[in-house]
T-cell receptor, first 113, second 112 residues
């Protein structure tokens, strides 16, 4: 069974530029999560989807971050414009349902200069 | 609110040493508790879990017991190997959406 796929693996941009990350969850997984992991910290949930609906986006900085999960499968996370403090690893995870085990992708390491 | 506190790293041990990584939590209700591991260059993987008090989770020689009286879920292994070098995260799941609340992670370095 294929795992959670993410791309790109690495991205370097300058502040005020925009960037987008892509996630393909495990087939059949209804719940999809985006996390931000700053170096030396645990992951912080940005947004949780159930199929193509948003369950929780309370910690998503909506002035600059947006996410969508069209058709309830793939998802994209966008940052526009980026700030220096957005430098982090962005993790995507999926699970069968909200109470199920979360499976993580390898992450995208973003560096904002 | 819910929170997880785990011991700061890095923890450096020699091969075959005994390992303990402390984890304590604050939560309302009865959360599930997890240990995740992140090997260099890889994604987070579930190592073990426990869903109720006195449960013991185990996997790959690692164990952790859900202690409600001390609100703890310490990770232990009797004899570590170089391949166990990684970052270990303690987490809890609670609330209506079962969202994970994470500790800051503990980096483990095993020297041959």
């Amino acid at each position: 069974e294929a795992g959670v796929a993410q791309s790109p693996r690495y991205k370097i941009i300058e502040k005020r530029q925009s960037v987008a990350f892509w996630c393909n969850p495990i087939s059949g997984h209804a719940t999809l999560y985006w996390y931000q992991q700053i170096l030396g910290q645990g992951p912080k949930l940005l947004i949780q989807f159930q199929n193509n609906g948003v369950v929780d986006d309370s910690q998503l900085p909506k002035d600059r971050f947006s996410a969508e999960r069209l058709k309830g499968v793939d998802s994209t996370l966008k940052i526009q414009p980026a700030k220096l403090e957005d430098s982090a690893v962005y993790l995507c995870a999926s699970s069968l349902g909200t109470a199920g085990e979360q499976f993580f992708g390898p992450g995208t390491r973003l560096t904002v200069l | 609110g819910n929170s997880v506190t785990q011991m700061e790293g890095p923890v450096t041990l020699s091969e075959e040493a005994f390992l303990t990584i402390n984890c304590t939590y604050t939560a309302t209700g009865y959360p599930s508790l997890f240990w995740y591991v992140q090997y260099p260059g890889e994604g987070l993987q579930l190592l073990l879990k426990a869903t109720k008090a006195d449960d013991k989770g185990s996997n790959k020689g690692f164990e952790a017991t859900y202690r409600k009286e001390t609100t703890s879920f310490h990770l232990e292994k009797g004899s570590v190997q170089v391949s166990d070098s990684a970052v270990y995260f303690c987490a809890l799941s609670g609330g209506s959406n079962y969202q994970l609340i994470w500790g800051a992670g503990t980096k483990l370095i095993i020297k041959p």
